[in-house]
C-alpha cells in the first residue's frame, strides 16, 4: 500500500465493495478502509452529505474518514446477524484499530427509535496505533463546504438547507485540524441532526450500540431460514430490510444513484425511490422467510398510491419516498460520477411513464393481507374494493403499448412481460373474493383472467423463435417472460416454456450470467448480465427439473458478491466486477428466492 509523505494512505479507489450501516430511516455506504463514501441526509432520497462514491477533485471531499497511520492491513466484517459493521484496521507494526459503524435502530416507549444518526466508536486493539480522522462533509451535491462551528464536545456543520452536528469525546481540536494523534482509549463519534445529546457521549454510544445488536439479532432469530445458505439468506434479509423508509412504509430500489449499469454507457439511473415493482418482489421474498413486518409498513404505503391514481386509473410506476408523484429528472453538473463516468442524474424521468406491469404488482403485494391471519392489520372487503379499481384498469391496458418493465425511454409495444402482470392482477383479484366469499367477483374476475390469458399465449409466442417473445407479435427474446412460472401463469414443463428457457439460454446467456433482452435500447445493446435476470433462470430451471445447474448457477452468483455479501445490479460477465445502482433489492431477492428453491429440507437432517 502506497503511503503519503505523512504516513496516510490516499483513499482507496471507488468500488462497490461496501458496507450498508442503516435503519430504516437513512443509510450510509463504508469502504473497505472504513471511510464513509455515500450517505444521503436526512433520508435516502436526500443530499448526499457523503458523496465520494460518485468522485471529485478532491478526493478527500464528501467522505469520513479514520485513518491508521502506516496502514497495511483492513478487515471488514459484519457482526453476526446485525446490521452492525466492523472494520479492523492494522499497521508495520502489528497495531491495530476497531471501528465499528451502526445506525441505533431498536424498541424505545413503544416504538422503534430510528435517528438520523451515524454512530462511530473507535477502539485499540493493539498497541498506541495513531489515527486521524477526516470529516469532510458537502452540501447541494457536494457544491456548498459547510459553515463550522464548534463547543467543548461537538463540531457544528452550516449549510443553506440542513445543519449537522457531531458530538464526540474525541478532542475536538485534533478532528477540526484533522491532527494525527494517539488513540489509547475509546472513542465515540455520534454524527446527525443539529440537536443536543441527553447523556453523556461514551454511554450513550454503548448503549446504543448494545440495543441496535439485541435489535437485529431478535429480528434474524425470527426468519424461517432454509437449512443451506443461511448466512447469505440473513445478509440478504437485512439488506432488503434496510431499504424500508419506515416512516411512511415506501421501500427503494436501490440506495445511491448513477452508478452506471456498465462501464461508461451512461445508463446511470436514479434509484432512490419506490418502484411498485421491485418492492413487490422484496415484500415477497421478505414473506418466503415469514418477516410480515415490512409487509403491512409497505401496505399503508401502497394504499396511498392506490387512492391517490388519477381519475383515468393510472398509476406511475414510481414515487418518492414520501409519495411524491413528480421527480423531475436533471443532471447534476458538481459530481463527476463513479470513476468519472457521469452522468450523474438526480430524479427519474421514468416516474412519467406508463408501465403496465405495474397493476400486477400493486394486486399481487396486497394479495397476502387477504390471506394471512397472522397480520395485525388484515385486509377485507374495503381494501378488496378498492383493489378493484386497479383490476379494471389492469383490463383496459393490457394489451396496450407501454415502456414495459425495462422503462424503454423511445420504443412502446404491448409487452409481454406487462400483459403477464395485468393477467396476475386478474387472477389474484379472483382468489380473494373467493376468499372473502364473494362468488360473483371471484367468476367476474376469474373470467377476465381466462380471456387474458388466452391471448397472451396466442400473441406472444413467436413460431419462429419458439419461444415466448418480448412483445405480442414480436421477435426478439426478453428474460422477462421467465416470470411465466413464477407468478403461476403456465406450467414450467409446458412444452412452450421449457423451449423458451431454452432459447432464451442461447441467445441471453454470458456463461452463467443473463442479460435483459437481446435489442438494441436507447444506448445500444446491453453489455453487462442483469443478475435478477440470472436468478429467474436460476429458478426455471429448478421447477424444470435441472436442479444441478441451477445450484451451479447459484454459487457462481454468490461468488460474485462482496466480501460484505451483497450485490449490485449488474455483473460483468467477463470481469466480474459489479456494476449499477447498489446494494441492489432486486438482486438480495434474488439470492433469497434462490436459497429457498434450491435448498435441502430441514427434515434431512433433524
Known amino acids: 500500500m502506497t503511503l503519503s509523505q505523512n504516513g496516510f494512505a490516499p483513499p482507496a479507489a471507488p468500488s462497490l465493495s461496501l458496507g450498508v450501516v442503516g435503519n430504516c430511516a437513512f443509510s450510509a455506504l463504508i469502504d473497505p478502509h472504513g471511510r464513509v463514501v455515500w450517505s444521503c441526509l436526512p433520508r435516502f432520497d436526500g443530499d448526499p452529505v457523503f458523496n465520494a462514491l460518485l468522485g471529485g477533485a478532491d478526493a478527500e471531499a464528501g467522505s469520513w474518514a479514520i485513518e491508521l497511520e502506516d496502514m497495511v492491513e483492513a478487515t471488514q466484517r459484519y457482526e453476526p446477524n446485525t446490521a452492525v459493521l466492523v472494520t479492523e484496521l492494522w499497521d508495520s507494526q502489528g497495531q491495530g484499530v476497531s471501528i465499528t459503524d451502526f445506525a441505533p435502530r431498536f424498541l424505545s416507549r413503544g416504538r422503534y427509535f430510528r435517528p438520523t444518526q451515524l454512530v462511530r466508536r473507535v477502539r485499540p486493539l493493539k498497541g498506541a496505533p495513531r489515527i486521524r480522522v477526516t470529516l469532510m462533509p458537502r452540501f447541494d451535491w457536494g457544491a456548498q463546504a459547510p459553515r463550522i462551528t464548534s463547543g467543548s464536545h461537538h463540531i457544528r456543520y452550516v449549510g443553506d438547507a440542513q445543519t449537522l452536528r457531531l458530538h464526540t469525546d474525541a478532542s475536538i481540536s485534533h478532528v477540526l485540524a484533522r491532527e494525527p494523534f494517539l488513540l489509547t482509549q475509546e472513542l465515540n463519534f455520534m454524527f ?213 418493465m425495462w422503462e424503454l425511454r423511445t420504443r412502446a409495444r404491448v409487452h409481454t412481460s406487462s400483459a403477464l402482470m395485468c393477467w396476475a392482477a386478474c387472477d389474484r383479484l379472483a382468489k380473494i373474493a373467493h376468499t372473502l366469499e364473494l362468488p360473483g367477483r371471484a367468476a367476474h374476475w376469474g373470467d377476465r383472467a381466462a380471456a387474458m390469458r388466452d391471448r397472451i399465449l396466442r400473441e406472444s409466442w413467436s413460431e419462429e423463435r419458439q419461444a415466448f417473445a418480448e412483445s405480442f407479435g414480436g421477435r426478439d427474446l426478453d428474460a422477462s417472460v421467465l416470470l411465466m412460472v413464477e407468478v403461476g401463469f403456465i406450467d414450467p414443463m409446458d412444452p412452450r416454456f421449457v423451449a423458451t428457457l431454452k432459447a432464451l439460454e442461447e441467445h441471453l446467456c454470458d456463461g452463467p450470467y443473463m442479460r435483459r433482452y437481446e435489442a438494441a435500447d436507447d444506448f445500444g445493446k446491453p453489455e453487462t448480465a442483469f443478475n435478477i435476470c440470472t436468478f429467474w433462470r436460476i429458478d426455471a430451471l429448478a421447477r424444470t427439473g435441472r436442479k444441478a445447474e441451477a445450484r451451479a448457477i447459484f454459487e457462481t452468483m454468490l461468488a460474485a458478491r462482496n466480501p460484505l455479501g451483497m450485490l449490485s445490479e449488474d455483473t460483468h460477465a467477463t470481469t466480474g466486477e459489479m456494476w449499477g445502482n447498489y446494494p441492489q433489492t432486486y438482486s438480495m431477492v434474488g439470492v433469497i428466492n434462490a436459497a429457498m428453491r434450491l435448498s435441502a429440507t430441514w427434515d434431512t437432517v433433524i
Open 192 to 404: 446527525g441532526p443539529d440537536e443536543t445529546l441527553e447523556g453523556g457521549i461514551g454511554d450513550t454510544a454503548r448503549h446504543f450500540e448494545q440495543e441496535t445488536l439485541a435489535y437485529w439479532r431478535g429480528w434474524s432469530q425470527r426468519l424461517a431460514l432454509p437449512l443451506e445458505w443461511q448466512d447469505a439468506v440473513i445478509r440478504a434479509a437485512i439488506t432488503l430490510k434496510l431499504s424500508l423508509f419506515e416512516d411512511t412504509g415506501a421501500i427503494v430500489a436501490a440506495m445511491t444513484t448513477s452508478i452506471p449499469e456498465a462501464p461508461g454507457s451512461q445508463r446511470n439511473w436514479d434509484y432512490r425511490y419506490c418502484w411498485l415493482r421491485d418492492a413487490f418482489f422484496v415484500v415477497r421474498a421478505l414473506n418466503s422467510l415469514a418477516e410480515v413486518g415490512t409487509l403491512e409498513d409497505y401496505l399503508r404505503w401502497l394504499s396511498n398510491v392506490v387512492v391517490g391514481a388519477d381519475a383515468g386509473g393510472h398509476i406511475p410506476p414510481l414515487h418518492g419516498i414520501g409519495l411524491e408523484r413528480e421527480l423531475p429528472e436533471r443532471i447534476c453538473e458538481t459530481l463527476p460520477g463513479y470513476r468519472g463516468m457521469g452522468p450523474v442524474r438526480v430524479g427519474n424521468q421514468a416516474q412519467e411513464h406508463f408501465q403496465h406491469d405495474v397493476y400486477g404488482n400493486v394486486v399481487l403485494a396486497a394479495a397476502q393481507a387477504f390471506h394471512d391471519r397472522r397480520l395485525l392489520h388484515p385486509a377485507g372487503l374495503a381494501e378488496f374494493e378498492r383493489l378493484e379499481a386497479v383490476g379494471e384498469q389492469a383490463a383496459r391496458v393490457f394489451d396496450q403499448p407501454d415502456a414495459g
